[in-house]
């Protein structure tokens, strides 16, 4: 596993408990901004077969399971996909898997839809991980992609460039503990040219806006997210 992977899979088995207990107590950047807006994007799921690319806690999948879908999810932090597991989700599987390596517990044009919700900023080569879940796809399937804004993480570079691919080294709080956290930024462009490289066509492309709940509960968050881009979602398809 290459160094920045085993830095990302110590941070969430050290974060699982508090990022997924955090997931069911409706957070503001969470529940309430990136996971309605990735899930607005999304197909019918009524009897389709999606992939739930970085798990974590699986809340894609319990949302997924509940609207008739059959979910495999995998995620490279062991804690992560216990809890997963735990959830007990009907007709969903799950198991510990780096997106940086071949996928080959999983067999080609298996699913109508991937998901990687905020997972491909913990990965520096987007173009081999992004061949896989294209493999994995069926020629008519859709990959939904949210990831970190590069414009919001630039306020944390080492070198200010934006058009710079670097590791962020970042530290968040969660229940007055302090975690450190390491993510890889990139400018637009690479994420378009990595699609485009990769054998997808982007069909949409998403500035999120919070939910208007976010402004009720959370009204400081709210003045950011709704003012800042924090996240950023494509979706895509394979092209033909
Ligand atoms: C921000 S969390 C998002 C989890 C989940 N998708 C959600 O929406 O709650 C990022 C997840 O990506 C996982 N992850 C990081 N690097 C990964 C990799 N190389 N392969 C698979 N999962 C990875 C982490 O373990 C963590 O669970």
Not at 4 to 24: G, I, M, N, W
Not at 92 to 115: G, M, Q, T
């Amino acid at each position: 596993m290459a160094e920045e992977h085993v830095h990302a899979a110590a941070a969430y088995a050290a974060l699982a408990e508090t990022y997924a207990a955090d997931h069911e107590d409706q957070t503001p950047w969470n529940s309430l901004y990136e996971r309605p807006a990735i899930i607005s994007m999304l197909p019918d799921l009524k009897g389709k077969r999606l992939l739930d690319v970085g798990c974590g806690s699986a809340p894609i999948s319990a949302w997924a399971a509940s609207q008739g879908a059959e979910v495999v999810g995998f995620d490279l932090t062991e804690n992560m996909v216990a809890l997963a597991q735990g959830r007990q989700i009907p007709k969903a599987s799950f198991r510990v898997a780096d997106l940086s390596e071949p996928l080959h517990f999983l067999e080609d044009h298996a699913f109508d839809v991937a998901v990687g919700s905020l997972v491909m900023h913990y990965l520096r080569d987007w173009v081999a991980p992004l061949r896989e879940l294209r493999r994995v796809l069926r020629p008519d399937g859709l990959l939904l992609l949210s990831t970190h804004h590069p414009s919001w993480d630039i306020e944390r570079s080492a070198t200010g460039n934006y058009f710079a691919t670097e590791l962020v080294d970042d530290r968040w709080t969660r229940a007055g503990k302090e975690y450190e956290v390491r993510y890889w930024r990139r400018p637009l462009r690479d994420m378009f040219a990595a699609f485009d490289t990769a054998g997808f066509s982007v069909l949409a492309f998403s500035e999120p806006q919070p939910v208007p709940e976010c402004r009720e509960r959370f009204p400081q968050e709210w003045e950011l997210l709704s003012t800042r881009p924090v996240f950023v979602i494509f979706k895509l398809a394979p092209a033909t």
